[in-house]
């Protein structure tokens, strides 16, 4: 039975992630690890910094982990407040759980990229698998090395690293964690809350997103994939579906009529600008039969019922 060690558990993935590991393979087999302290029982749990290589090497030791889902990170928009920061929380993480990973001879490890690590040069629609990769964000060149990384480790030591282009993801379970896509869920809080909602990006920016169940069924079932059928040894695009700032505040309105939304572009716009618009993952569907499920009316009317559940819940 696989032993898996999550990073950055409490985050926005890893805390729709954590669970459904538990599902497959029982609660007491997947280990959350943060830096931050959770507020609820997770199931095991260390709180431990990664770029501190002794507490990490202890934690894979103390816990027989033969897998590694390695998330934690400092995001795209919180990257730019102070970059050699990001760089240090990303790199030496990185560069920890992949040294210590060819020591312990732990073999299957996933690592999620982004589309930030596109820049401007990229082209912005369709932008295919193999492409100019020139980031301009600390964030995206983080990504960039980090995939340099997995084809290192793969040819090198004959890792089983696999690793996915995550789109800006939709949930209502975390919240997201300083990324540049965050007004996309940001909205739909204040749309139950305030009816009033100041969008950080005007109302034409078209990025791709994904609702998280959609993003967490397809990491699992990339983690499945039959290894001689993954032909991507740096990451994988990985899309779902693309639309404008104005076309979701449209969409929520069919629900919340009276929703009021602002354009107010500030520092992130200029990030936003230099991603992909559409993302071209025919890769994924044919290696691994990667399909997505939310589209835009039915990721809206999920998000508007699970987060008034949760309102309700908060409330009571
Ligand atoms: N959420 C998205 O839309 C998105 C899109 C593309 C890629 N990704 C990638 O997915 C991964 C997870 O993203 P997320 O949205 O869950 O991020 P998040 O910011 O919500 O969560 C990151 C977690 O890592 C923890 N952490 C930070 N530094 C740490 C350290 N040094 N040691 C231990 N824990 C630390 C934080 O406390 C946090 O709980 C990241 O690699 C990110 O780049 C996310």
């Known amino acids: 039975m696989s032993k898996i060690l999550v990073t950055g558990s409490l985050g926005q993935i890893g805390s729709e992630l954590v669970p459904a590991l538990q599902k497959k393979v029982g609660k007491d087999n997947v280990v959350g690890l943060d830096i931050r302290e959770p507020k609820e029982d997770i199931g095991p749990f260390v709180n431990q910094n990664t ?11 103390d816990n027989d982990i033969t897998q590694i889902y390695h998330l934690c990170s400092i995001l795209s928009a919180k990257g730019e407040l102070r970059p050699w920061q990001a760089w240090h929380v990303n790199m030496d993480s990185m560069r920890n759980v992949l040294a210590l990973a060819v020591d312990m001879d732990i073999k299957k490890i996933f690592w999620p990229s982004s589309i930030a690590v596109f820049g401007p040069t990229s082209p912005r629609n369709n932008t295919p698998q193999k492409t100019i990769i020139e980031p301009t964000t600390m964030y995206g060149v983080t990504k960039m ?11 090198k030591y004959g890792m089983d690293i696999r690793s996915l282009r995550y789109p800006g993801l939709i949930s209502y379970k975390a919240p997201p964690g300083g990324g540049t896509t965050d007004y996309a869920v940001a909205v739909f809080y204040e749309a139950l809350k305030s009816k009033n909602y100041s969008c950080f990006v005007s109302k034409d920016t078209v990025l791709p997103m994904m609702y998280m169940d959609d993003a967490i069924r397809g990491t699992l079932e990339l983690m499945e994939a039959d290894k001689s059928k993954l032909s991507v040894k740096t990451s994988y695009n990985m899309s779902a579906l693309s639309f404008s700032a104005e076309d979701l505040t449209k969409e929520i309105q069919k629900h919340v009529p009276d929703l009021k939304v602002t354009y ?3 520092e992130r716009q200029k990030i936003a600008d230099s991603w992909p618009q559409v993302i071209d993952d025919s890769r994924a569907r044919k290696d691994w039969d990667w399909k997505h499920e939310f589209d835009l009316p039915k990721l809206t009317k999920v998000m508007l019922e699970k987060l008034g559940e949760k309102f309700a819940k908060e409330k009571s």
């Open 145 to 155: 090395a980090g995939e340099g990384l997995c084809n290192y480790y793969f040819h």
């Open 264 to 266: 107010e572009p500030d």
């Open 51 to 61: 770029t501190e290589r002794e507490g990490l090497k202890a934690v894979l030791k």
